[in-house]
């Protein structure tokens, strides 16, 4: 069974930036598209970023611009920079493949506060 440990998370002023990392245990890394998505009380689970195995990427709309998606294949290994970060950025932040597993890892929280 597929395991998503994500770690890096904390606590930023707004303005700074952070990076987040997830280790994705055994095969199901291979040739798949992996994804950021983060969750808070208020809101349904949404992605934010997304990348191929051979590293193309796509943002959503709220992150272009200040979220850069990465991918190590040889380490089973996607990061999160995140620049110019906003309280609403806010969340529980976790990865996981497109589409998304029913399996889902502990996540790692990001709050964005001054």
């Known amino acids: 069974q597929v395991q998503f440990v994500e770690s890096g998370g904390g606590l930023v002023q707004p303005g700074g930036s952070l990076t987040i990392s997830c280790k994705v245990s055994?095969?199901?890394?291979?040739?798949?598209?992996m994804a950021w998505y983060r969750q808070t009380p208020e809101k349904r689970r949404e992605s934010v970023a997304s990348?191929?195995?051979?590293?193309?990427?796509t943002y959503e709309d709220p992150v272009k611009g200040r979220f850069t998606i990465s991918r190590v294949n040889s380490q089973n290994t996607v990061h999160l920079r995140m620049t110019g970060l906003k309280p609403e950025d806010t969340a529980v932040y976790y990865c996981?493949?497109?589409?998304?597993?029913?399996?889902w890892g502990q996540g790692t929280q990001v709050t964005v506060s001054a």
């Open positions: 996981n493949g497109v589409p998304a597993t029913t399996t």
């Open positions: 055994g095969s199901y890394f291979v040739y798949r598209t």
């Open positions: 990348v191929t195995y051979s590293g193309a990427t």
